[in-house]
């Protein structure tokens, strides 16, 4: 399908950099499963040959949690706003953490619901004008990245919406096994919730000496705005949830006379 965004959508640099960073992979269409929620970003599993799901508002992660848990030998990809993954399914993102699904979530963060028409949404900046917040946006802003620091995601990325950076980091996220967040600063022409020539001015490599695995420094650098950095502030190895159920499949399993039983003489327990 052809795309229908707005000319100049920061989400046309998305699709480019999923589409370069899976064929760099060489990973095949019936190889990747891309699951969206509702939003204009949304509408990416659209436009992308692999399977598909436009799904709920919000709801990308717990599906893409049950692509996955059913079919392990797929690239899973999820797909969503800032509004979508921070408002409506802001309470997914922990789960899906907690358990480490082997994913990769791309939030494209442009600071307002476009697809709606421009209401605000938990990253637009405090103050700014939108239909649903006529005299300014009243709320705090949601910080993305401290948020999912402290969810302990395996993988946290933040890139722009240059292709080859993005690329680049999108590939590293598919690559990461576990939980992989990239949190992509995008800009929505049409209902702009802050000028993105101005925040693409501020952004920075994060420092060279980083430890990745050094999650009070990734936080420190996470609230920086000036510069605001971009790269990989965090990544860590941990159980995936396939490992985990493999694992707990073999403790049920000792528990028949200490040896490790088959799903059959599990079932017939209960005959
Ligand atoms: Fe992109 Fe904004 Fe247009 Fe949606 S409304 S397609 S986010 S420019």
Request: glycine letters at 12%; proline letters at 6%.
């Amino acid at each position: 399908m052809k795309p229908v965004w707005c000319a100049g959508c920061g989400n046309y640099a998305v699709l480019n950099a999923v589409k370069r960073a899976l064929a760099g992979l060489e990973i095949a269409p019936h190889e990747v499963i891309t699951i969206s929620g509702i939003g204009c970003s949304g509408r990416l599993s659209h436009y992308l040959n692999t399977y598909s799901l436009h799904g709920t508002h919000g709801r990308a992660l717990p599906t893409a949690l049950g692509a996955k848990a059913a079919r392990p030998d797929l690239t899973v990809l999820a797909v969503g706003g800032d509004g979508d993954g921070l408002g409506i399914g802001g309470g997914h993102i922990s789960h899906a953490a907690r358990k480490n699904v082997d994913l990769t979530y791309i939030m494209v963060d442009n600071s307002i619901y476009g697809l709606t028409k421009g209401q605000a949404s938990p990253t637009t900046p405090l103050g700014h004008k939108t239909k649903t917040t006529p005299y300014g946006v009243y709320e705090d802003t949601l910080s993305a990245i401290p948020i999912f620091l402290a969810y302990d995601i395996s993988f946290i990325a933040r890139s722009g919406v240059d292709i080859d950076g993005l690329t680049g980091i999108i590939t590293e996220a598919i690559r990461h096994p576990g939980m992989s967040m990239v949190h992509v600063v995008s800009g929505c022409r049409t209902f702009p919730a802050f000028d993105y020539k101005e925040a693409a001015g501020r952004f920075a490599p994060l420092p060279g000496d980083h430890d990745p695995e050094n999650k009070l420094e990734a936080l420190e650098l996470a609230y920086s705005v000036d510069p605001a950095y971009i790269g990989v502030f965090y990544q860590v190895t941990k159980p995936t949830l396939g490992g985990r159920l493999e694992e707990e499949i073999r403790r049920a399993g000792a528990a028949i006379d200490g040896k490790q039983a088959t799903m059959e003489q599990l079932l017939s327990i209960f005959a």
